[in-house]
């Protein structure tokens, strides 16, 4: 069973803090990675893809991936109320269709 | 742009009861569609997906059955309703490929009784 594992949270930090949320994953043959950001009550929007090994930044997001290690990692820096949410992280092997899915990890961000 | 509708946004059905779900997308053509659903406390699990009319793939056997009678439209249908069934249904839309992002519709809560 390919799985893609998250850490298990809840997650909390205060405001401007930078928050930093971890995904591992157990099949080597997975080439693209997400994060999907979900408040409570709503549906997953993407926040970010990476696919090569490193840093992707964009605004105060920045994904790490590590394709030797199977990490994925997702830090949001000058962390806000509104980043509050539960996040996903998502891999997929080569072209194939499928998403698979970690359990998310809620991230609460405190005033 | 793109915009992904399901409806209806909540249902509240008995066991037993059929049932169906839809989505459409608008702003693209040959879309690749997929139904998911989320349990409480598990992840997202993809129920079907499609990459044309009448082409349905399934990942997960159970009561649950996928359509799709036009270009942008997807069915998720049940003839017969178990209380395992009760989660938030979703429906994404990639472009066509298989390297494209997924992009989520703002789902059906469904609770069986």
Redesign the interface.
């Known amino acids: 069973q390919k799985e ?1 594992e998250q850490n298990s949270g809840p997650l909390s930090v205060p405001e401007g803090a930078i928050a930093s949320l971890n995904c591992t994953y157990s099949d080597r043959g997975s080439q ?1 990675f ?1 994060w ?1 950001r979900q408040y409570s009550g ?5 926040i970010m ?1 990476i696919y090569s090994n490193g840093d992707k930044e964009d605004g105060r997001f920045t994904a790490q991936l590590n394709k030797a290690s199977q990490y994925v990692s997702l830090l949001i820096r000058d962390s806000q109320p509104s980043d509050s949410a539960t996040y ?1 992280c ?1 891999g997929r092997r ?6 698979t ?4 990890t809620l991230l609460t961000v405190n005033p | 742009s793109q915009t992904i509708h399901q409806w209806p946004a909540t249902l509240v059905q008995p066991v037993g009861s059929p049932l169906s779900l839809e989505c459409t997308v608008e702003g693209t053509s040959n879309p690749n569609l997929y139904w998911y659903r989320q349990a409480a406390g598990r992840g997202l699990q993809l129920l079907f997906y499609s990459v044309g009319i009448g082409q349905i793939s399934s990942e997960v056997p159970q009561n649950l059955s996928a359509s799709r009678p036009q270009d942008r439209q997807f069915i998720l249908s049940s003839k017969k309703l178990l209380l395992s069934d009760s989660g938030f249904y979703l429906c994404a839309w990639s472009r066509t490929g298989g390297m494209e992002t997924q992009y989520f519709g703002p789902g059906t809560r469904l609770l069986v009784l």
């Open positions: 893609v693209s997400f999907y709503k549906s997953p929007e993407l893809s996903l998502a080569g072209s194939n269709y499928k998403l899915f970690g359990k998310g």
